[in-house]
């Protein structure tokens, strides 16, 4: 009876719009108890969700608030535990050299240096807890496709790949260790293809690329996407392959 009353436990960031509150929303449907961490609270009431509205581009705070929440949790009555890294935004489009320096540093620290600060709380915080643990980072063929125009958001995907190996090679050498993967999600209908689409095209040269796919309806809907995201995460071969790509399943 005990075993039947316990649940999964899933932290999402970037939960309030988009692929996130896809994530977000259908996670509650199949019963997981869900904390998000974004700027704003996602736009719906669950008893089984708890909203954070915390910037990501300050990480340190967040993190610390993450570690002493889990432990204030009792893994018991969790059936697992995942972290999400969803959240990411992308700097102005245009070349490296005509894009401000705090644009760029706030592209990184909510793409690569809060994610970095949000798994090692959540692997230090659930160390000891005898549940499965994954960790799921929602990363880009950006990161390994490099585009003219969008440095800071290749270098982001780029590093959270690279992240997600070398956690994966610490955590095999663990008891119960978790599971990694930086899983590229294919190419989504969100506000930031938007932003790609209304780009100057004098300064982002792959701008007709986006508008093509977005004219043609090559685009999946957040919800596809999340499903698709969701359907990996519950793979049993997941970490397997530290990094992967929702359409090479």
Same mark, same amino acid.
């Not at 230090?124 to 125009?149: D, E, I, N, Y």
């Given at each position: 009876m005990l075993e039947a009353m316990k649940t999964s436990l899933t932290?999402? /960031?970037?939960g309030s719009r988009g692929l996130g509150l896809a994530l977000v929303r259908q996670l509650l449907d199949r019963g997981d108890r869900v904390l998000t961490l974004a700027r704003r609270a996602p736009p719906l009431?669950?008893?089984a969700l708890i909203a954070w509205t915390v910037d990501l581009a300050d990480p340190a705070p967040a993190a610390s608030r993450l570690a002493a929440w889990l432990g204030a949790q009792d893994p018991g009555m969790l059936a697992s535990v995942t972290l999400v890294n969803n959240a990411g935004v992308i700097s102005e489009l245009a070349p490296l050299?005509?894009?401000g320096a705090a644009d760029l540093s706030h592209a990184l620290r909510v793409g690569l240096e809060a994610p970095m600060l949000l798994?090692?709380?959540?692997?230090?915080? /659930?160390a000891s807890w005898q549940v499965p643990r994954k960790l799921l980072f929602v990363s880009s063929g950006l990161g390994r496709r490099a585009m003219a125009g969008s440095a800071s958001y290749c270098a982001a995907k780029a590093g959270m790949d690279h992240l997600a190996r070398a956690?994966?090679?610490e955590e095999a050498a663990r008891p119960n260790g978790a599971r990694v993967v930086s899983l590229a999600p294919g190419v989504i209908d969100?506000?930031?293809q938007v932003q790609l689409r209304s780009a100057d095209p004098t300064r982002f040269t792959d701008r007709s690329r986006f508008v093509g796919l977005h004219e043609g309806g090559m685009l999946d809907s957040?919800?596809?996407a999340a499903a698709k995201l969701l359907r990996y995460l519950d793979r049993a071969d997941f970490g397997h392959q530290p990094v992967a790509d929702v359409r090479d399943a």
């Amino acid at each position: 009876m005990l075993e039947a009353m316990k649940t999964s436990l899933t932290l999402v /960031t970037g939960g309030s719009r988009g692929l996130g509150l896809a994530l977000v929303r259908q996670l509650l449907d199949r019963g997981d108890r869900v904390l998000t961490l974004a700027r704003r609270a996602p736009p719906l009431e669950h008893p089984a969700l708890i909203a954070w509205t915390v910037d990501l581009a300050d990480p340190a705070p967040a993190a610390s608030r993450l570690a002493a929440w889990l432990g204030a949790q009792d893994p018991g009555m969790l059936a697992s535990v995942t972290l999400v890294n969803n959240a990411g935004v992308i700097s102005e489009l245009a070349p490296l050299g005509e894009v401000g320096a705090a644009d760029l540093s706030h592209a990184l620290r909510v793409g690569l240096e809060a994610p970095m600060l949000l798994a090692s709380a959540f692997l230090r915080a /659930t160390a000891s807890w005898q549940v499965p643990r994954k960790l799921l980072f929602v990363s880009s063929g950006l990161g390994r496709r490099a585009m003219a125009g969008s440095a800071s958001y290749c270098a982001a995907k780029a590093g959270m790949d690279h992240l997600a190996r070398a956690i994966a090679l610490e955590e095999a050498a663990r008891p119960n260790g978790a599971r990694v993967v930086s899983l590229a999600p294919g190419v989504i209908d969100t506000d930031m293809q938007v932003q790609l689409r209304s780009a100057d095209p004098t300064r982002f040269t792959d701008r007709s690329r986006f508008v093509g796919l977005h004219e043609g309806g090559m685009l999946d809907s957040p919800e596809t996407a999340a499903a698709k995201l969701l359907r990996y995460l519950d793979r049993a071969d997941f970490g397997h392959q530290p990094v992967a790509d929702v359409r090479d399943a």
